[in-house]
């Protein structure tokens, strides 16, 4: 099978994309499929590009900084990727993109207009999933539980008091971007002082935030398959959250898969997650991320669309967990994609 891999991007999560792409290359050559990675921040990556990139330590991303990314986005192919050879004449184009553009249902509305499939989630879905704001929305409407919140910045109106976060929320509070993935630019915010640099500090990302209600507890991450349930797992980080550092640096977070829970929790929290997933209209397979308190409620943090799938990544664990290894599980990803219809977002 022709499939065309897209990885890199111009977005806060570069790194960890290209770590996600090169061995989600490497799996399905192992399946004997023929691949080609394309980045869209630069066009197709050479054999002797790709052999540089694994050699040079792409597979320990590390956040990019600001400057770094306005100098990668000023080539970003995106417009044209719809009539590349490349990405228009493959089977099936592997969406290892995180964050950004490549996220956030432009690229997916793009390669709809060109007629080509890909994997993961539609335009809308993608987009709905993107904005945290509208997920927790539609989460509360589809009997998901999840935490209290309150949007700041440009796009939300008048800023935000932290008299008011403290009579409607509390603190601590979490303060992140509206629209990025990886905990970047995602502050705990624990007294009212410290709330001013968080919102500036995640503004930087976006232009939306969102002050929500920090949740104490255990963090519980259930992926989706084929509209199927994977096994519950439970991320136990070093940090007090599962930060950036904690997700691609070994050592800093311990897995399990499955989760010690009791069975009633581990399937209330697969139930939440097939109701996050119908409620963003996800297709595919998707990673929902839950906190579970002591008092045994779970609360919904986010959806991702497009999880990672580097060496730390929880998917490729949870499937692990139901018995299937990552080649088998990126070959069933890009069967669910050949299911859908060309342009059928």
Not at 16 to 36: E, Q
Not at 179 to 193: F, I
Not at 286 to 312: H, K, Q, V, Y
Request: charged share 25%; net charge negative.
């Amino acid at each position: 099978m022709r499939i065309t891999i897209l990885l890199g991007g111009a977005s806060a999560e570069r790194d960890v994309s290209l770590a996600s792409g090169l061995r989600i290359a490497s799996a399905l050559r192992d399946r004997g499929h023929g691949v080609i990675l394309v980045d869209p921040a630069s066009g197709v990556i050479s054999a002797p590009l790709e052999m540089e990139m694994r050699e040079g330590g792409v597979l320990k991303p590390v956040p990019p900084s600001l400057e770094s990314l306005k100098q990668i986005s000023e080539g970003v192919l995106l417009p044209t990727l719809g009539v590349m050879p490349e990405v228009r004449e493959a089977d099936v184009v592997f969406l290892a993109l995180h964050g950004g553009e490549g996220e956030d249902g432009t690229l997916q509305a793009m390669l709809d207009l060109a007629r080509v499939r890909y994997t993961g989630s539609g335009h809308l879905g993608s987009a709905l999933a993107m904005d945290k704001d509208l997920s927790k929305i539609l989460f509360r409407a589809a009997g998901v539980g999840t935490a209290d919140w309150i949007m700041t910045g440009a796009r939300a109106g008048a800023a935000v008091k932290e008299t008011a976060i403290a009579a409607t929320l509390g603190f601590p509070v979490v303060v992140k971007p509206s629209k990025q993935g990886s905990t970047v630019g995602l502050s705990v915010v624990r007294e009212p002082s410290a709330l001013g640099p968080a919102i500036t500090e995640a503004l930087a990302y976006d232009d939306e935030v969102m002050i929500e209600r920090f949740v104490p507890g255990r963090e519980l991450t259930v992926a989706i398959l084929g509209g199927e349930a994977l096994p519950v797992g439970e991320i136990i980080p070093k940090h007090e959250i599962y930060d950036y550092e904690c997700k691609y640096t070994a050592g800093m977070a311990r897995e399990e898969f499955p989760a010690k829970l009791p069975p009633a929790i581990a399937a209330e929290a697969q139930r939440q997650a097939r109701l996050a997933f119908d409620a963003l209209k996800l297709d595919g397979y998707a990673r929902i991320d839950f906190r579970l308190t002591d008092a045994g409620e779970l609360s919904c943090l986010e959806a991702n669309t497009l999880p990672g799938m580097t060496e730390f990544s929880l998917v490729p664990q949870a499937a692990a967990a139901a018995g299937i290894d990552f080649g088998a599980l990126c070959e069933r990803i890009v069967e669910l994609a050949l299911a859908k219809p060309r342009g059928g977002g």
